[in-house]
């Protein structure tokens, strides 16, 4: 089962995971099933990942690759908001842009973070 693991980490914490990740993948011969995605804050988390975002990451799990006007009718939305929402998507590599239209190629989502005081 493919994962995409969403964290919030700064940016020296994403380039140590990224070489831990490349050092285990060029000494092992499995293929890799999770992906991470990481934002420097609970905000920039927010404004990729809104509520509305995520119902259309929803929708397109395990449907393979779909028109931009098929998941608006999926999640039964405008298409100029929808299609607005998919190339934020893409532009976060969240969902990736395929042939046929888009893509969400993992079969689930992890969220992975900590909240600390403001203090």
């Known amino acids: ?17 990224a070489a831990d990740a490349m050092k285990a993948a060029a000494s092992q011969t499995v293929p890799v099933t999770e992906f991470s995605l990481s934002f420097p804050s609970w905000d920039a988390l ?3 990942l809104t509520p509305k975002r995520l119902e259309i990451v929803k929708t397109m799990t395990g449907q393979g690759a779909l028109t931009k006007r098929e998941v608006a009718r999926r999640v039964g939305r405008d298409f100029k908001a929808v299609h607005a929402d998919i190339d934020t998507l ?11 239209g888009v893509m969400f190629p993992y079969e689930r989502i992890h ?3 900590e909240i600390e005081s403001a203090a």
């Open 111 to 113: 969220f992975e973070f």
């Open 90 to 100: 893409v532009k976060a590599g969240v969902i990736d842009t395929v042939q046929d």
């Open 46 to 48: 927010h404004k990729v």
């Open 1 to 17: 089962m493919t994962t995409l693991k969403v964290k919030i980490e700064s940016l020296e914490q994403t380039m140590a995971t």
